[in-house]
Nanobody
Framework: QVQLVESGGGLVQAGGSLRLSCAAS????????MGWFRQAPGKEHEFVAA????????YYADSVKGRFTISRDIAKNTVYLQMNSLKPEDTAVYYC?????????????????WGQGTQVTVSS
């Protein structure tokens, strides 16, 4: 059974940084595109970033490009999201996700596995 466990969320002031981690219990971790979504209160899931299983190519939503960095450690079955220059509008529950069947997924329905989420709150 595939499981994703996020950590690293919390409260930070605007302009600050946080690093989220996602530990994956996936036997073939390197064959999954790993991603991050977020959901603010009253809103739908929003794609944030992902990193492909072939070549580890990262891609981002325009709203976080240049501020967030996604990376992975295949040896540790872990994916990270480094978030810098945080803004109040980044406040949301952040979910780690995994996709094993689409090359560069961006839609929530394309991701097969979801973590439980971790809260990120950015104060102004």
């Amino acid at each position: 059974q595939v499981q994703l466990v996020e950590s690293g969320g919390g409260l930070v002031q605007a302009g600050g940084s946080l690093r989220l981690s996602c530990a994956a219990s996936i036997r073939t971790f390197s064959r999954y595109t790993m991603g991050w979504f977020r959901q603010a209160p009253g809103k739908e899931h929003e794609f944030v970033a992902a990193i492909t299983w072939t070549g580890g190519r990262p891609y981002y939503a325009d709203s976080v490009k240049g501020r967030f960095t996604i990376s992975r450690d295949i040896a540790k079955n872990t994916v990270y999201l480094q978030m810098n220059s945080l803004k109040p509008e980044d406040t949301a529950v952040y979910y780690c996700t995994a996709c094993g069947r689409v090359a560069m997924p961006r839609s929530s329905h394309e991701f097969d596995v979801w973590g439980q989420g971790t809260q990120v709150t950015v104060s102004s």
